[in-house]
C-alpha cells in the first residue's frame, strides 16, 4: 500500500480572497526561504471549464481556490507531506484569522497495486449474482461509509475501484467549525488521524504502508 501523489491535503471551507496571497504576502508569511520560488496557475479557458480552480504552489505545497474552499495540498508523497501541509494551513490561519470559515477537512489517500484482491473481495455486493453481466458489464465499484469520532469529528471513508489492478482508499476527516480560531485543534492532530488511517488500513484489510521516500523541499 502506497500513499497517492497529491493524496495528502487539508481542505478549509470558507471565504477565501486569493488577492491577500500575493508574492510578497507569501514569502513573508509562507515560505520557509525568502528567496522560495512562487509559481501560480490561473485557468485560461473558462469556457471548457468554468469552474477551473487557480493555485499557487511553492514548496512541494499547491494552494488550490475552489468555490469558497481552499486547499492545501502536498504534491508529491512524503511521510511528512501532511504535516507540512498543517504547518502552511496553521501560518494562513492566523495571518488572515478574519476569514469566515465554516469547516475543516483532513484528507488521507493510499492506493493499493500489489493485492488489491484484499480489498477487492470485500466489494462483492448481495445482488451480483442477479445481475446478467453478458448485458451489464462490470466496470468499477465504490463503497463510502461515515463514522462518527472522538471531538465530533466524522470520518468519511471511501474505497474505489476503477480497475482490477488498483484500488484507492480515501480518508476524510470533517470537522465543522465556526471561526479560525477553532481550525487550530484539528491542525494539532493532523499526524494522529494520519497513524489512525494507517492503523486502520493493517487492522481491518492487513495492508500495511510501504516505504515512502522523502521528497526534499
Not at 77 to 105: D, H, M
Not at 112 to 130: C, Q, V
Not at 151 to 173: A, G
Amino acid at each position: 500500500m502506497q500513499i497517492v501523489d497529491s493524496g495528502n491535503s487539508i481542505v478549509i471551507l470558507g471565504h477565501w480572497n486569493i488577492h491577500s496571497f500575493s508574492n510578497k504576502w507569501m514569502q513573508e508569511k509562507l515560505c520557509s526561504k525568502k528567496d522560495e520560488p512562487i509559481q501560480v496557475g490561473i485557468p485560461m479557458n473558462l469556457t471548457n471549464a468554468p469552474d477551473a480552480p487557480t493555485y499557487i504552489a511553492f514548496e512541494n505545497i499547491k494552494l488550490i481556490f475552489g468555490y469558497q474552499s481552499l486547499q492545501i495540498m502536498a504534491e508529491k508523497r512524503s511521510s511528512s507531506a501532511l504535516a507540512k501541509c498543517a504547518e502552511i494551513a496553521e501560518k494562513i490561519i492566523k495571518n488572515l484569522s478574519q476569514t469566515p470559515v465554516s469547516g475543516i477537512g483532513v484528507n488521507v489517500c493510499f492506493e493499493e497495486t500489489d493485492n488489491p484482491e484484499k480489498i477487492l473481495s470485500k466489494l462483492i455486493f448481495d445482488d451480483s449474482k442477479k445481475i446478467n453481466s453478458d448485458k451489464f458489464q462490470f466496470l468499477a465499484s465504490s463503497a463510502r461509509r461515515t463514522y462518527l469520532l472522538e471531538n465530533k469529528c466524522k470520518l468519511n471513508f471511501e474505497i474505489m475501484s476503477l480497475n482490477p489492478d488498483k484500488v484507492i482508499m480515501q480518508f476524510n476527516y470533517h470537522y465543522d467549525i465556526q471561526n479560525t480560531t477553532e481550525c487550530i485543534k484539528p491542525l494539532g492532530e493532523v499526524q494522529s488521524l494520519y497513524k489512525q488511517a494507517i492503523i486502520f488500513m493493517k487492522d481491518v484489510y492487513e495492508l500495511e504502508l510501504g516505504e515512502i521516500s522523502e521528497v526534499s523541499k
